[in-house]
Structures are given as C-alpha cells and as structure tokens.
C-alpha cells in the first residue's frame, strides 16, 4: 500500500480590509513590527504589510478569538471589574503592554488607509473565564423597567449586562 502523502498547507492569505479594528491590533502585536516603530508617512504600507503578516500568522479564527477577548479584557478594564485569573491571561496573550498601546493606536490609525468591507465581522466581548457580575450564570435578578413613564417594572431573571450580547438571553 503507497504511502500518502502530506503536503503542508501554505497559510491563507488575509486581506487587512476583511479586519476589524480589534483584528488589526491582535494581528499587529503578532507581526513582526517593532515595538518602538514610527509612522513612515501619512500612509505607511510597511504597517499594512504586518497587519496582513500577523493575521496570517496568527489565521483567521485565532485572530478572531483572540480580538473577542481583547474587547472582553478591555470592557471589563474600563469598569474595573478584571479579576486576577482574567488579568493573568490576557497577560499571557499580551506580555507587553507598551506593545499593545502601540499596536491599538497603529491599527485605528490604519482604519483611515484602509476602511473595513461591510461584511467585516464584528466580535462581540468576550470574557476569559467566569464573569464577575454573574459569576458565569449569564442572568442576573434585578428590576427591570419595562416603562418608565408608567413606571411599570418587573422583577425577575434578565441576561447580564456584562458577559452576554446586547439583546442576547441566557
């Protein structure tokens, strides 16, 4: 019986267009791009190239995954709600973060070369471990206002503000 061969796949190609904002950050920190670079002009092809370089270093879904909880890391930061488990990846994914500045104002910098396709697909947060509102439940009691100018409320389950999608149920 022949032996089958196994050809190594090359990597896809990602074009910078088909990448969110967030994308772009994790894609950059990925690259090889300097930690001290300075923009080369009002349009610097050299950080497209590393936006492209990182995602497909990186592919696609883990570019992705690691954007979502990106967003998750920074909606929780801005409510100084992390835990120390939470910092501790995103740590791990992120060591530098004098990187990571750079990387964030480098990628919404290139959003004014290069604008995102329509159909770019937007993350939604993602947090790394339970969420310390909810405790990982999805749902929270509380009282909810359904109209409030006839100030009609109910009480009852309603999905976290926190770890689930705007509108999403648990």
Same mark, same amino acid.
């Given at each position: ?71 998750? =890391? ?15 990846? =995103? ?31 937007? =993350? ?6 339970? +969420? ?30 926190? +770890? ?7």
């Amino acid at each position: 019986m022949p032996a089958t061969l196994v050809a190594p796949h090359a990597p896809t190609t990602v074009l910078v267009e088909e990448l969110s904002a967030a994308d772009r950050v994790v894609a950059l920190y990925a690259s090889d791009m300097p930690s001290r670079y300075r923009l080369q002009g009002p349009a610097d092809p050299n950080v497209l190239g590393w936006i492209a370089q990182g995602a497909t270093r990186l592919g696609r879904e883990e570019t992705w995954r690691r954007a979502s909880y990106l967003l998750g =890391h920074r909606k929780l930061s801005m409510r100084a709600m992390t835990t120390p488990e939470i910092d501790r990846r =995103h740590k791990e994914r992120f060591p530098s973060t004098r990187r990571l500045d750079l990387m964030e104002s480098m990628a919404a910098t290139s959003l004014l070369w290069v604008r995102p396709v329509p159909a770019t697909r937007n =993350h939604p947060a993602v947090i790394d471990g339970p +969420c310390p509102k909810c405790d990982g439940a999805g749902k929270l009691w509380a009282i909810w206002v359904i109209d409030a100018d006839a100030d009609w409320t109910e009480e009852g389950y309603g999905p976290c503000w926190v +770890c689930q999608p705007e509108g999403g149920a648990a």
